[in-house]
């Protein structure tokens, strides 16, 4: 008789992992019903008598100290910040920002957004991070800035990172839409290149539905983010003094409200995944054939999480397909998936150079050579998508029960391997 769910045997999880996420309490239904009630759910400047009157402003002083920033400017979501980090540290037209060809789509439209052009950068094989060596061969006379992303939650190279940028004046802005808590040598991420961009997107560690913010220890940056952000106005400023060309992008109450709740267990959240992270890894380990992405780096003081990424090996598991793999995974009750399916620059967007009647900004007359995608290969990010990564989302971690579950799943697919040929 079959025992793999996926010919008919009784799953391990039936229904599924029993996960919950966002987590909330009655302090966030508390703080929700302050703000409607109040009547200011509007977070502008021009509304409060005290600067930090508004929830929007109090989250904002208090993410800056939490990631270790001098400053936080919350926005409406984390693709805004991307563009608004860029904006304000001078990205204009005609620059390239180098992103890797690993991560969600907005790490490359933001750039767009900025009126810049995206540059594809491999990964790391085992830390599935930009590539630093391959970073610095694509800088040319157009490259402005360097946006690493911390991809999962795990942390690029921050060291070499910031290294290539002081060597060739170039300006980092940290993708950390996935890595709320994760820290590099002590620090926290969005504290260590120039400006840091978060999501608070509802599947975030810091979740507020949408959201997003931009952090920095730069007073000008600061400056600018707050300008871009709220159409042109500065800190202080008059309702309709307004001195560059920008849209609005601001947080409302609700957001500032709920993010400030969250952000009160976002410590104690941040722990639990990362050390059953590490127990699931060492599990991992112990099953063989998939293990967790490299561990034991010093300089990597905590990882935050949204993904966890697994690197199945196909040979270690009598040579099943990845996809046979996951669908067996599927039918016991755990989900897993690729998180992305594909390097960016294969996306539709790059392939088909969707960029309008003008072609800009990628095809900018201020930057005056031909980009074409077509030609872009990244051999590690292709292998990783084509056959390697196995994803699951990030809540699991915050129950050791479901990671156990996890991996029962996991061993059991392995014991009865047989019944997949
Ligand atoms: C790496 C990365 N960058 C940027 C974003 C964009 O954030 P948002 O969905 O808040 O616009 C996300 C969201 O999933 C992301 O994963």
Same mark, same amino acid.
């Given at each position: ?17 029993? %996960? ?10 508390a ?8 009547g ?11 600067p930090?009157?508004s ?57 767009? +957004? ?18 630093p ?6 800088? %040319? ?34 993708d ?38 931009? %952090? %920095? ?41 709920? +993010? +400030?709740?969250?952000l ?28 967790? +992405? ?39 009750g ?23 009647r ?33 994803a ?30």
């Amino acid at each position: 008789m079959a025992k793999l769910a996926i010919n008919g045997g009784a799953p391990v999880a039936p229904g599924g992992l029993q %996960t919950r996420w966002p987590i909330i309490d009655d302090t966030d239904r508390a703080a929700l019903l302050e703000v409607l009630d109040s009547g200011k759910w509007c977070s502008a400047g021009f509304y409060y008598e005290h600067p930090l009157d508004s929830k929007v402003a109090q989250f904002e002083k208090a993410w800056a100290q939490w990631v270790g920033a001098k400053y936080a400017v919350a926005v409406t979501n984390g693709t805004a910040s991307l563009t608004l980090a860029l904006r304000a540290a001078g990205v204009e037209a005609g620059d390239e920002v180098i992103v890797p060809a690993v991560t969600f789509i907005a790490s490359a439209t933001g750039v767009i +957004l900025a009126n810049a052009i995206p540059v594809f950068a491999d990964i790391v094989p085992d830390t599935y991070q930009i590539d630093p060596d391959h970073v610095e061969s694509l800088i %040319t006379p157009h490259t402005r800035a360097i946006m690493p992303v911390h991809y999962g939650g795990y942390p690029a190279d921050m060291d070499r990172v910031m290294e290539i940028a002081r060597k060739h004046n170039l300006v980092v802005v940290e993708d950390c839409a996935e890595a709320h808590g994760t820290e590099w040598r002590g620090k926290r991420v969005g504290s260590l290149g120039h400006l840091g961009s978060f999501s608070h997107q509802m599947g975030k560690p810091l979740a507020a539905g949408e959201g997003g913010s931009i %952090t %920095t220890s730069d007073d000008t940056f600061a400056r600018n983010a707050y300008s871009f952000g709220d159409l042109g106005r500065v800190p202080g400023g008059g309702k309709y003094d307004h001195y560059i060309p920008a849209g609005n992008n601001r947080m409302t109450e609700f957001q500032g409200a709920i +993010l +400030l709740t969250a952000l009160a267990r976002l410590d104690h959240q941040t722990e639990t995944r990362y050390q059953n992270g590490e127990y699931f890894a060492k599990e991992l380990d112990r099953i063989g054939g998939i293990p967790a +992405l490299k561990r034991g780096d010093p300089r990597i003081t905590k990882r935050g999480y949204y993904f966890y990424f697994l690197r199945y090996q196909p040979q270690e598991w009598n040579g099943l397909p990845r996809e046979t793999f996951m669908a067996a995974l599927n039918a016991e009750g755990i989900h897993a998936g690729t998180a992305h399916n594909q390097p960016l620059y294969k996306s539709p967007l790059f392939e088909d150079m969707s960029f309008g009647r003008t072609g800009c900004p990628i095809l900018c007359p201020h930057h005056g050579e031909k980009i074409d995608y077509s030609s872009v290969h990244c051999p590690v990010s292709e292998r990783v998508y084509d056959t390697e990564v196995v994803a699951m989302g990030k809540d699991f971690l915050m129950d050791r029960a479901a990671v156990d579950t996890v991996l029962a799943a996991i061993q059991k697919v392995k014991d009865n391997l047989d019944e997949l040929k």
